[in-house]
């Protein structure tokens, strides 16, 4: 299919990116016992990235605990590691909304495997929308979900290695908001506050030997972007110098790379996996306005 062929139809399955058996066999540049003894969260990891993190981490050697709203989805990335990987991993109902919650899972998770060493903020959702019409209840979802309940996430995780006097690691997927983000204004406003918020507790909680990292994902195939019209499909990878999509599994080994000894002094910083689109190009989600083409 060619992409920038507005001519062409679009077909959604060239969007969703790797299934869970071409994840599993899919090459990394990372030794298969590099997480051995390593426990790690992953938030969201019922689809597209946050599930190619579960099968990488649990392909080199780490305890994975994934949680996500959507039990169905959890059990099929928990069922398709054992089936593809022949790997046992854990998964928990979880809306990270819920601070009590989210307490919970933590106590329980810390409890259950003595430590955990890795925290991987993946879940989150936004719908696309011009901002003046965004209603009350759509902003807060979307700020509910990106900003505060990764907050949540992130802070319960911090207080048990300071609790416990052991070393953490945090690794936040955002976006990249510099240019700010038409048509997602909600979400935009919620990446850029996980971002700073970040890059401050990386400086608080070093004293606790606790790192935290952020990677802001460019045009990547998952079942996300098929939620967008076929207008902005066409023109997703164009809005980068490579004039590609990017996979999962890109996303999947740079979070590797944070958590691994590799960036042992990397903190407060954000790995923008993008193909050169944060320099290049301008994503409009719901199509180029008119007023743009001219």
Known sequence: ??????????????????????????????KSDLFNSKTVIITGAGSGMGRA?????????????????????????????????????????????????????????????????????????????????????????????NLNGTWWMMQE??????????????INIVAHVQRGMPQSAHSCAARAGVIYLSKTVSTEWAEHNIRVNC?????????GVTQYPDEALKEFHLANPMKKFGEAWDIAESAAYLAAPSSRFVTGDVLTVDGGMAQFGWVWPMGKPDYFKN
């Open 157 to 170: 995780a911090a207080k048990l290695w300071r609790k416990n006097k052991v070393a953490g690691n945090i």
């Open 215 to 223: 990677i802001a994902p460019g045009a990547i195939k998952t079942e």
């Open 53 to 145: 993190m579960a099968v990488l981490f649990a392909r080199l050697g780490a305890n994975v605990v994934i949680c996500g709203r959507k039990e169905e989805r959890l059990k099929e990335t928990a069922e398709g590691i054992k089936k593809y990987c022949n790997k046992e991993i854990e998964y928990t109902p979880l809306n990270i909304r819920d601070a009590d919650g989210v307490e919970k899972f933590m106590s329980d998770t810390f409890s259950r495997h003595g430590h955990v060493d890795i925290l991987i903020n993946s879940a989150g959702g936004q719908f696309s929308q011009e901002a003046i019409d965004f209603s009350r209840k759509g902003w807060n979802a979307v700020i509910d979900t």
């Open 1 to 30: 299919m060619i992409l920038n062929d507005t001519k062409s139809p679009i077909k959604l399955q060239d969007f969703i990116g790797m299934n869970l058996e071409e994840l599993s066999k899919a090459e990394t540049v990372y």
